[in-house]
């Protein structure tokens, strides 16, 4: 979605519907009013882009366990089986600050053996940036056994390469200062636990977010 500066088309759209409203009806089980779509024209000039996805939202208070997100940006806990909640959403943030300051994505889930992604590929990428996932994670997931022995091992060992670190990775930014409170940042959201991510409240306090404000 994006935003406009030419709210014109809001007002053609409110003339339209004061002189030809369109179809309505009344839900008799609490009283709410659907109005039938009505087209709306395409602004001159188109502002900074909005992110917005409320199609699966749920409520966050609750635990959940059904696949979410893009596969990519896919937190641990999801693809292991894991009842997830906020704090899924915190680790597919800080993909997506990533991907938009470094330019390219953190994980890719490409397997070379299938040539697509698979979930496999995407854990191994995840043990090569931030090293094994802790047992008491790997206890939990429904699906743990698809990709981890009952050890701990992970059954796609070829898939590893040597850990390297978000410090290794990141090539953009310049100046020690900033670079390291980026780090921090990332930090806080891309952790292999759900319950030692930031909270989306601690994130919007953080040191990096204030310094670009």
């Known amino acids: 979605m994006f935003g406009i500066k030419d ?6 759209f ?15 089980t609490d009283g709410r009013i659907i109005y039938a ?7 001159k000039n188109v502002a900074a882009p909005v992110l917005c996805d409320f199609g699966s939202a749920v ?10 997100q893009p596969k990519i940006y896919r937190a641990p ?16 943030v800080g ?19 299938f040539e697509r992604y698979r979930s496999r590929a995407h854990l191994a990428e995840m043990i090569n940036l931030l090293g094994p996932p802790p047992p008491s994670l790997l206890f939990q997931g429904q699906l743990t056994d698809k990709f981890f022995s009952k050890e701990g091992s992970f059954l796609a060992p070829d898939l590893l390469t040597d850990r390297v670190p978000l410090e290794e990775r990141e090539t953009t930014l310049d100046g020690k200062g900033e670079r390291e409170a980026f780090l921090r940042f990332m930090r806080k ?5 759900p319950g030692k991510r930031s909270s989306a409240k601690e994130l919007a306090e953080d040191e990096w977010i204030h310094s670009h404000m």
């Open 95 to 113: 993909c997506m600050i990533w991907d938009i300051y470094e330019g390219g994505s953190l994980f890719t889930g490409e397997d070379p053996e």
């Open 7 to 12: 709210d014109s088309v809001f007002t053609d």
């Open 59 to 68: 409520h966050g208070n609750q635990y959940h366990s059904v696949f979410i």
């Open 189 to 193: 959201m891309l952790q292999w636990e």
């Open 37 to 43: 779509s009505q087209k709306l024209k395409i602004p």
């Open 14 to 28: 409110e003339e339209n519907e004061l002189q030809r409203p369109v179809p309505r009806k009344e839900l008799n």
């Open 77 to 92: 806990e999801v693809i292991l089986g894991v009842p997830w909640t906020y704090s899924a959403d915190i680790w597919n």
